[in-house]
């Protein structure tokens, strides 16, 4: 069998087997890759803990083929619809009360009475999903704590023996991973800024979202630790030009000593697609460390800010 392999339709239904007998797949999304399991099967579920070595308190995004599956495992409030009809299929989860019956494993929300949903607009990833006849729990397919993989060879470097298949469909689009919207109480709280700038939100639903964006020890996010997303080297962020030693990050066209650019002409979009796969990049370089320049807040530069300040973080 091989490890690594295509997306196309033989290859999709095989993952669908192997995901509804309870073993671990690999998948891209347009956000990062997915490391998947059937959220039904708590064995299954387990073995995603095992394999990230995540800590059992952290709950996983359940993904689902289309937003009608979501009513079955959750309840929907006019705000969750809300955001549900604008941005799904999407990069946004919404965390929201379980339902009474639901089936999907108390391990994938490690055992709080909410659940994360998500509808990713991967085709890759739904027609898997839709194989398996099943919700997928999947977090990002990286070790906790490091960076998240947007491409199958990222997977490959940190999941390979652990894993039944690595779906390859190439680089994610997007590059960061889904904003995660608290929607199970009546306002609607941001815990992880993403892929869905919080700006289309606020005009989707016509009201101001909250940010409880957390400091790793909230139960509300408990993803969100401070030291998440870590390249083995230090990083320091905000830095106008390297120090002795130091890999260069630059954003834009003042970037002229740079190492690598996440966009040249300064492309938020561009910045965010290539974050992951360059900080791993240069993560394998021969240097003390990596300084990243400024990049700004507004719209994904948030999300972008968000992880470089995390990975800066030990
Ligand atoms: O883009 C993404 O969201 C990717 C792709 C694969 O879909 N997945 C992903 O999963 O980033 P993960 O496990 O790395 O991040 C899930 C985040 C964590 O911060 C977790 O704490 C939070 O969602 N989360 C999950 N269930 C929750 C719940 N019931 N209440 C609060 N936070 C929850
Ligand atoms: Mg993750």
Redesign the pocket.
């Known amino acids: 069998m091989k490890l690594i392999r295509q997306v196309n339709k033989a290859s999709i239904k095989f993952g669908g087997q192997l995901l509804a007998k309870g073993n671990l797949v690999a ?1 891209p ?8 399991a059937n959220a039904k099967d708590s064995q299954a579920v387990a073995k995603i803990f095992a394999a990230k070595n ?1 800590p059992s308190f ?6 689902l083929s289309d937003q009608g599956e979501a009513h079955k495992h959750a309840v929907l409030n006019s705000s969750a619809k809300a955001l549900a009809d604008a941005f799904w299929p999407g ?1 946004l ?1 919404l ?2 009360p379980r339902q009474e019956r639901c089936e999907i494993s108390p391990l ?3 055992g ?1 009475d ?3 949903l ?1 509808v ?1 607009a991967s085709a890759a ?1 739904r027609g898997l999903i839709t194989a398996a006849r099943k919700p997928i729990a ?5 070790l906790s704590g490091r960076l ?1 993989p947007t491409c199958a060879e990222h997977v490959a470097n940190q999941l390979k023996r652990k894993v039944s298949l690595i779906l390859d469909g190439g680089p994610c689009d ?1 590059g ?5 919207v ?1 929607v ?1 109480n009546n306002i609607p709280v941001i ?2 800024p ?2 869905l700038p919080s700006e289309m939100m606020e005009q989707a639903i016509g009201q101001k979202l909250l940010q409880d964006t957390g400091n790793g020890t909230d ?6 630790l401070v030291n ?1 997303y870590a390249p083995s080297l230090a990083l320091r962020i905000n830095a106008q030009k390297p120090r002795p030693g130091e890999v260069f990050l630059g954003f834009g066209k003042d970037a002229i000593n740079a190492d690598l650019n996440l966009s040249p002409t300064g492309d938020l979009l561009e910045a965010a697609a290539n974050l992951f796969a360059y900080l791993h990049q240069l993560d394998s370089m021969p240097a003390k460390g990596i300084a990243v320049m400024p990049i700004p807040t507004e719209t994904i530069g948030w999300a972008i800010n968000d992880r470089l300040e995390r990975a800066a973080c030990r």
């Open positions: 998948f999304t347009e956000t990062v890759y997915g490391l998947g995540r952290n709950p996983l995004i359940v993904h990069p989860t965390i929201l994938a929300s490690a709080l909410t659940v994360a998500r990713p990833a999947a977090p990002s397919a990286n998240s997007i960061l991973e889904s904003t995660v608290d199970s815990l992880r993403g892929g139960i509300k996010s408990p993803g969100m998440h």
